[in-house]
């Protein structure tokens, strides 16, 4: 079965001329959009939840360039499930600055991206869109979380209903991001119960369907 991710190609031709497994640099970041969404499906505003990679959707294993090495956090395909049955847009943002650390090449970057998008198109999971910035922390980015320019390439290339979306994540730079973005974040730790601060816009979970469960109530 062929992956529903490919790359957009920056060129004006609203999605028309996308290419399957090339990787393009999109403003500075790497760009997985899905194919199989339909134009107006693209452009009809949701509300949608960014999540971080490493540490929320998939185990935490610093610079993974090993696909077999994918490993899903608790209830990750349950919250996923969840979420995607209730309408909300899934965006992947993540940092990857093992590429610019020189740790791993775009090749093994890309065959880690497309085992995990095979391993969740298994579970019929699609996320609409991945976003990765690929630089080391001292090239000074717009990119690099917690700056919000992986957010906002998200919501020009999505009708995005911004205040009514969400950041999960599992770091400081995670709710900073969703801070910077003025959107609510939800804070992922490994046990605990389920709490939300409306003050801080932040709640905090110990897996994907905990999140799922609190952002669709």
């Not at 500075?28 to 959009?33: A, G, R």
């Not at 959707?57 to 395909?77: C, G, M, R």
């Not at 970057?109 to 996320?127: D, G, N, P, S």
């Not at 690929?134 to 919000?148: F, G, T």
Request: net charge negative.
């Amino acid at each position: 079965m062929k992956s529903a991710l490919y790359l957009k190609i920056v060129c004006g031709c609203d999605f028309s001329c996308c290419v399957e497994s090339k990787l393009f640099y999109i403003k500075n970041m790497l760009s997985f959009i899905n194919s199989s969404l339909s134009l107006d499906s693209i452009r009809t505003p949701r509300p949608c939840v960014f999540l971080d990679r490493d540490g929320v959707v998939i185990v935490n294993k610093p610079y993974l360039s090993d696909p077999e090495q994918i490993v899903f956090t608790s209830k990750a395909f349950e919250g996923l499930r969840l979420l995607q049955q209730s309408g909300v847009r899934l965006i992947l943002i993540s940092n990857q600055s093992g590429i610019g650390r020189g740790y791993f090449t775009e090749e093994e970057f890309k065959a880690v991206h497309y085992r995990l998008i095979a391993l969740l198109e298994e579970q019929q999971i699609y996320f609409d869109a991945c976003y990765y910035c690929p630089h080391a922390p001292e090239e000074h980015c717009d990119c690099r979380k917690p700056s919000i320019g992986m957010l906002k390439q998200a919501c020009e290339d999505f009708a995005v209903i911004q205040e009514c979306s969400w950041m999960i994540g599992d770091s400081e730079c995670d709710i900073k991001l969703a801070q910077n973005f003025s959107i609510r974040s939800i804070f992922l730790k490994k046990s605990g119960p389920c709490e939300c601060s409306e003050a801080d816009k932040t709640a905090v979970c110990s897996n994907l369907l905990e999140c799922a469960k609190l952002i669709i109530s």
